[in-house]
């Protein structure tokens, strides 16, 4: 637990990285480091984009299944890992 | 029987036509003069006769049969002729047979009763409830008689008949409940009636007559032909056909020869089924009895129940997700079975739910196993409310481990996404090298690094024109270093046999005085910031390699002289085998460590792994691990006085007053050819060439250091060649035939702590002492160092270890520091020539490898 938390930690302070967001499956935050708004936000929006992005690769393959999706784009880099009981969401600015 | 059915039937059509003068059917059959009373036919036999007529009527036709209140009726009694003969009239115009075309059917529609028919022609008419008392019926039909006389339309008679009895149902059985909700027939012809009903009911009516009926009903639309007396008299010409024959029951013999075993048995079966038979009548065994079954009063009875919510459900449905339906169904079976509280109500929930779903669902399977999945879902959301309060399961379960470990390593990717991509060549686009193992960042890193690297190409190329004049550098590219290590030195480099991505580290405080606690850390390339395993311990790291053979043990050797395996598999801190306990353990720092796939040579087994360690108490041992850690001492170092030079082998003289006869042995270093002999650096500064044969005498003698020999290192191409360093500030090379060092370079006064043959060159070496990094390159200069790198201030590089695959070379310094430089620009011409350092720097002479 406390190797998970220090994990977590290291993440957060290294460069970059703006934020880390676990959400539970239905969609509701369970652990942040941003503020609340902006995590409601972030895990609304990328609901139904993970669901979308997995019944794609699952659609082709039943077997296959999503194990981590990442969307770049200018200001940012989301990465998103994607599980049965949970989704774990880090934003990350490029040090591009 | 079956042929005459049909013509008794015919016959008694034609007894009846004669009857019911108004039918048309009667007309045509003609000839049916018949007087009413039909009390002279016989009751029951021909009753029975005419339920068989009833029962063929049926049975063959297919539309038309509709047979039930048939001719049969003629066989009742005088009192209710009326009742009978309007039923008859009934009948007559009910029947259909075979031979007669009776499409137009019997009973047509009453007027005045509303009739509804659905598209489907079937007759839908709600049928009345109320049976007005058959007895009533009876006055009537003698009107009926009467007015038979003249020629009525059928429709009439039915008509009338319709009304007065509407429901008997028993005799005529389904079909006229159905149908008409009128029969003909009354009560009060009650027992013949019935038990023809009886017979009636037992042929299977279809729905089919039924509806056939219905609609023949309904399209009723011959004119009513008058019958006279001429068509009544009339010949017909009755076609008798046989029906097929119809098998109800075929009990085959059964033959069993003579002598076979069972012959034996069944004789003695036949023989009592006999007696059994004979003793039958007179038998008090079988009496001849009657019973009485009593019919329970049967009872109506109400029942209003809530009502039944019904609820459509749709769900869209992939074939993954009926694969993730059935895999969780699975999956979640699975969970009951560990025996915990909640999985177990989870696992109840679901047939529950499903059962409460079925309902509701459609008998569709895809919505169905949809439906399954809503109810898993709603299994695992309600599982996870519990869960959220304890989030912490999730945060331990190890899929959230692995999950962080993957994020991290991606983040380590953007970060350090150029630098690595420069490590692993990637920008050298002809020839993408992947020198990873599939991974899916990889592949991601190698799209992005090669649209970013085409524009860096553009830019090599325009640099390499010009490159001549560009010094060769060390670039840095970064540096593993974490808070952990921070304040120890690296004291020892390694690279993974198998995993060319890890890389341990060994950390130690080596000032003379302290002792701190030290760490031996595995390291990944992709994971700059933040060691994968970290082992801890209270004593400095001396020395730490990865085996060949089993590439998840690494070896670490310590300052008190203990060397523990670990397994880095798994993350403990505590060590497979240690060698703490042994008594042979070293009693002074082990200052090498090294894993050696030895042949056994005489015994020709196979090559067998053993760890050869050497250290300051003077020995070099060898490891093996069998059931625990079994050392065998390979050497025993002893110390050389300078004079003994010319003998090779090892004097003492009395004179001196040795304070220990051991050497520190500090270094060693095996041939790679041959691992039978290797090299062994001393603390006096001596080298020896030993033999593992021989634990007692050194083979040969290199003196050529004053101070102790930190490093010795044979050329990866050229087996003559070896390379050592010492605290005398100087690196050597020696040729392996020659006692006498072969070339020394002193560039710096400071200490050189560690050398390294390049593996891509036979030229190239590096050498770390205390101020900068060095390397040198034979081909080009054999006075000063290609690149010289020069550290920070305060910080002494230790250790120097070059990547196998990549231009790589790792630096450990006296911080904790591991950084990782790039070689670029390097002279091109050194891919050739691997092996002829030996003749390019003397002149030809044999021993080389090609």
Not at chain 2, 294 to 307: E, F, L, R, S, T
Not at chain 2, 778 to 805: C, E, M, R, W, Y
Request: proline share 6%; hydrophobic share 30%; aromatic share 8%.
């Amino acid at each position: 637990m406390a190797e998970v938390e220090e994990t977590l930690k290291r993440f957060q302070s290294q460069k970059g990285v703006q934020g880390i967001i676990m959400v539970n499956t239905e969609g509701i935050p369970i652990k942040s480091t941003m503020d609340h708004p902006t995590t409601t936000q972030y895990a609304n929006l990328r609901h139904s984009f993970i669901l979308n992005a997995r019944s794609t690769v699952h659609e082709i393959d039943p077997q296959n299944d999503l194990t981590f999706l990442r969307i770049r784009s200018k200001e940012n880099e989301i990465m998103v890992v994607p599980d049965k009981a949970y989704f774990l969401i880090v934003i990350q600015n490029p040090t591009e | 029987m079956t042929p005459g059915k049909h013509s008794r039937a015919s016959a008694r059509a034609a007894d009846a036509g004669r009857w019911g003068t108004g039918t048309p059917e009667a007309a045509r059959e003609g000839g049916a003069s018949t007087p009413p009373p039909v009390a002279t036919m016989p009751t029951s036999p021909g009753n029975s006769r005419k339920q068989q007529n009833l029962w063929l009527s049926v049975g063959p036709q297919a539309k038309k049969s509709i047979s039930f209140t048939n001719t049969a009726r003629g066989g009742f009694t005088k009192s209710y002729v009326g009742a009978n003969q309007s039923r008859m009239a009934m009948s007559k115009t009910m029947t259909i047979l075979p031979e007669i075309k009776t499409e137009k059917m019997n009973i047509s529609t009453p007027k005045t009763v509303i009739q509804v028919i659905n598209p489907q022609g079937d007759d839908v008419t709600p049928r009345p409830l109320y049976r007005p008392d058959p007895h009533m019926g009876t006055a009537k039909p003698n009107k009926l008689l009467t007015s038979q006389e003249g020629s009525y339309a059928s429709d009439y008679i039915s008509s009338y008949s319709l009304y007065q009895n509407t429901l008997n149902p028993s005799m005529l059985g389904q079909f006229t409940r159905s149908v008409l909700g009128s029969s003909t027939v009354t009560k009060s012809s009650v027992s013949t009636p019935e038990s023809i009903a009886e017979d009636l009911e037992e042929p299977s009516y279809k729905r089919e007559k039924l509806t056939s009926f219905t609609d023949l009903r309904v399209v009723r639309a011959t004119p009513e032909k008058v019958v006279t007396k001429e068509d009544l008299q009339k010949t017909i010409e009755i076609t008798l056909t046989e029906t097929e024959t119809l098998r109800f029951f075929n009990l085959p013999t059964i033959m069993v020869s003579v002598e076979s075993e069972e012959a034996e048995k069944l004789l003695r079966r036949n023989k009592n089924y006999e007696t059994l038979c004979r003793n039958r009548l007179g038998n008090d065994l079988y009496v001849e009895r009657m019973m009485q079954t009593i019919n329970g009063a049967p009872k109506n009875k109400d029942v209003q129940c809530d009502k039944i919510i019904k609820e459509d459900k749709g769900v869209m449905s992939s074939t993954w997700d009926l694969y993730d339906s059935y895999n969780a169904m699975e999956l979640s079976s699975l969970a009951a079975k560990q025996s915990m509280l909640e999985s177990t109500s989870r696992a109840s929930i679901p047939p529950k739910d499903r059962e409460q779903r079925m309902p509701g669902s459609t008998t569709e399977k895809n919505s169905e196993a949809s439906s399954l999945m809503d109810i898993e879902n709603v299994i695992l959301t309600t599982i996870h409310d519990d869960e959220e309060d304890h989030s912490e399961t999730i945060l331990k379960s190890d899929k959230f481990r692995q999950a962080l470990f993957f994020m991290e390593r991606v983040l380590m990717e953007n970060l350090f996404q150029p630098k690595l991509a420069a490590y692993r060549q990637l920008r050298i686009l002809k020839e993408p090298e992947p020198e990873e193992p599939a991974d899916f960042l990889e592949s991601k890193k190698l799209e992005e690094s090669q649209e970013e690297g085409k524009k860096e190409e553009e830019e090599e190329i325009e640099i390499s024109t010009e490159q001549s004049t560009i010094p060769a550098i060390l670039e840095r590219l970064w540096s593993f270093s974490c808070d952990l290590t921070k304040g120890l030195s690296v004291s020892s480099l390694a690279w993974n046999k198998i995993n060319p991505d890890l890389l341990a580290v060994g950390y130690g405080h080596f000032g003379f005085k302290e002792q701190k606690r030290g760490l031996a850390c595995c390291w990944s390339i992709k994971n700059p910031m933040w060691p994968e395993r970290i082992y801890q311990s209270p004593y400095g790291a001396t020395a730490v390699d990865f085996s060949i053979g089993t590439p998840n043990l690494l070896a670490v050797g310590y300052h008190n002289g203990t060397i523990a395996i670990y397994n880095v598999q798994s993350n403990s801190n505590v060590p497979v085998l240690d060698s703490s306990e042994s008594p042979q353990k070293h009693l002074g720092p082990v200052w090498q460590l090294q894993w050696i796939e030895q042949d056994r040579g005489t015994t020709g087994d196979d090559k067998r792994e053993i760890l050869v360690s050497i250290s300051a108490d003077g020995r070099i041992s060898k490891w093996v691990i069998r059931k625990g850690l079994d050392s065998h001492d390979l050497m025993r170092l002893k110390r050389t006085t300078a004079s003994s030079s010319k003998k090779g082998g090892e004097t003492e003289k009395k004179g001196e007053a040795l304070i220990s006869r051991q050497a520190p042995g500090m270094c060693f270093a095996f041939h790679p050819k041959d691992t039978n002999i290797y090299l062994a650096g001393t603390e006096e500064g001596h080298i020896h060439k030993c033999s593992c044969s021989y634990n007692e005498q050194y083979l040969d003698t290199y003196r050529g250091h004053k101070g102790p020999v930190y490093k010795i290192a044979w050329n990866p191409f050229c087996h003559d060649v070896f390379l050592s360093c010492s605290a005398d500030w100087g690196v050597i090379i020696w040729q392996q035939e020659n006692t006498k060092p072969f070339l020394s370079f002193y560039p710096t006064t400071y200490v050189v702590y560690d050398v390294a043959w390049s593996p891509k060159s036979s030229y190239i070496f590096a050498a770390a002492n205390e101020s900068r990094v060095e390397i040198w390159d034979l081909h080009t200069s054999t006075l000063d160092p290609l690149i010289v790198n020069v550290a920070n201030p305060g910080i002494k590089f230790t250790t120097v270890l070059f990547a196998k695959q990549t231009d790589c070379l790792l630096v450990g310094d006296s911080d904790g520091q591991v950084a990782v430089y790039e070689l670029r620009n390097m002279p091109t011409a050194l891919d050739s020539g691997q092996g002829d350092i030996i003749d390019t720097l003397l002149g030809p002479k044999s021993n080389h490898q090609g």
